[in-house]
């Protein structure tokens, strides 16, 4: 079973200002790893998959890099909207595994 | 577009067992996999497993594979999910998701997700 964390838990961020948020797997999940953002009551809305492809509808200000076993998520000049809970999410092997999450909070 | 629409609110007892659904529209049923994720309150995300709705094969995450099952009915394009033996730990939103293709197995439609209380 592959275990992923995410670091930091929380990270405080001024408005237009850019956030680097990090992931790591126990174990090489090569490309395989998903970005998920998540608002207070909302469902889960997938960010990011093959590392580092936009899904639908996601703006260019996401992008995800890294291999194997590290891996970040870089949003540029923050908005409103994109203070949330982040989640990254390894698919390389089941079961699937999802990190603890970090909380994306305005300064 | 793609959609998942889950059952509603369940209130359940201590050893009790839950069913909830989803029915999915909008693509080839058969095409992707379905995944059940759950959350329980001011937590993250947890995976609980994943069905192939064509061939009913399933997959899940350990520690629910004594509780949960994962079924498929092609004719509604509803998969389901059933957890037994209840206990309050198992309070939590359930969703439904359905993955993104044969490359990347890995949820991207969601449902509006299920609600499950565990309670005596």
């Known amino acids: 079973e592959i275990i992923m964390a995410q670091s930091p838990a929380t990270l405080a961020v001024s408005p237009g200002e850019g956030a680097t948020l990090s992931c790591r797997a126990s174990?090489?999940?090569?490309?395989?790893l998903a970005w998920y953002q998540q608002k207070p009551g909302q469902t889960p809305r997938l960010l990011i998959y093959?590392?580092?492809t936009r899904a639908t509808g996601v703006p260019d200000r996401f992008s995800g890099s890294g291999s194997g076993t590290d891996f970040t998520l870089t949003i540029t000049s923050l908005q409103s909207e994109d203070f949330a809970v982040y989640y990254c999410?390894?698919?390389?092997?089941?079961?699937?595994?999802f990190g603890q999450g970090t909380k994306l909070e305005i300064k | 577009q793609v959609q998942m629409v889950q059952s509603g609110a369940e209130v359940k007892k201590p050893g009790a067992s839950v069913r909830l659904s989803c029915t999915a529209s909008?693509?080839?049923?058969?095409?992707?996999?379905i995944h059940w994720v759950r959350q329980a309150p001011g937590q993250g995300l947890e995976w609980v497993g994943l069905?192939?709705?064509?061939?009913?094969?399933?997959n899940y995450a350990q520690k629910f594979q004594d509780r949960v099952r994962l079924t498929s009915d092609t004719t509604t394009n509803t998969v389901y999910v059933e957890v037994s033996s209840l206990r309050s730990e198992d309070t939590a939103v359930y969703y439904c998701?359905?993955?993104?293709?044969?490359?990347?197995?890995?949820?991207?439609?969601w449902g509006q997700g299920s609600l499950v209380t565990v309670s005596s």
């Open positions: 093959g590392a580092s």
């Open positions: 999410q390894q698919y390389h092997t089941w079961p699937l595994a």
């Open positions: 909008g693509y080839t049923f058969s095409d992707y996999y």
């Open positions: 998701a359905g993955d993104i293709g044969p490359y990347d197995r890995t949820p991207g439609h």
């Open positions: 069905v192939n709705p064509g061939r009913g094969d399933t």
């Open positions: 174990r090489a999940v090569s490309f395989n």
